[in-house]
């Protein structure tokens, strides 16, 4: 098993702007220390009815049950979405969280979850939904 480093920080959830919780019952959070390691806990917003989820391996999501699945299958199923603003680190490759809002500008500043990478970048309101690479992720071979 990989080696695992305890490393607590707070995304905000971005349809509220509130932190997020840790979705599983515990006191501490676990980030893999590499990217074989095995993530445990994800983090989801607070606020009743929000379907936001972060985790640093699949970034911003949405947990729903679907409905179509259980009207022709009469089983449960869950859908999960990917966000379609996604930061990932350039360094460790790893989907960056949203550490904070500007009130004057807007913008947005997202963060690397690792601890103590330093990798972040600002998005300006209104950027169009994409893939956001911090520095060094295309590396020359």
């Known amino acids: ?24 019952n515990t006191d501490q959070t676990v980030v893999p220390d590499n990217s074989d390691g095995i993530e445990i806990d994800h983090w989801r917003c607070p606020e009743n009815g929000c379907s936001q989820n972060y985790s640093p391996s699949f970034g911003y999501f949405t947990i729903q049950h679907n409905d179509d699945y259980w009207v022709g299958t009469g089983t449960s199923s ?48 209104g950027t169009s939904p994409a893939y956001w690479f911090g520095e060094g992720f295309f590396k020359k071979l």
């Not at 098993?1 to 599983?24: D, I, W």
């Open 78 to 125: 869950l859908q999960i979405t990917r966000n379609a603003t996604q930061v990932i680190c350039g360094e460790h490759e790893d989907s960056m969280f949203l550490e904070s809002f500007d009130a004057h500008t807007n913008a947005v500043n997202f963060h690397c979850p690792r601890k103590g990478c330093h990798q972040s970048i600002t998005l300006s309101p």
């Open 1 to 24: 098993m990989a080696s695992q480093e305890s490393h607590c920080f707070q995304p905000l959830c971005p349809k509220h702007g509130k932190a997020m919780v840790p979705a599983a």
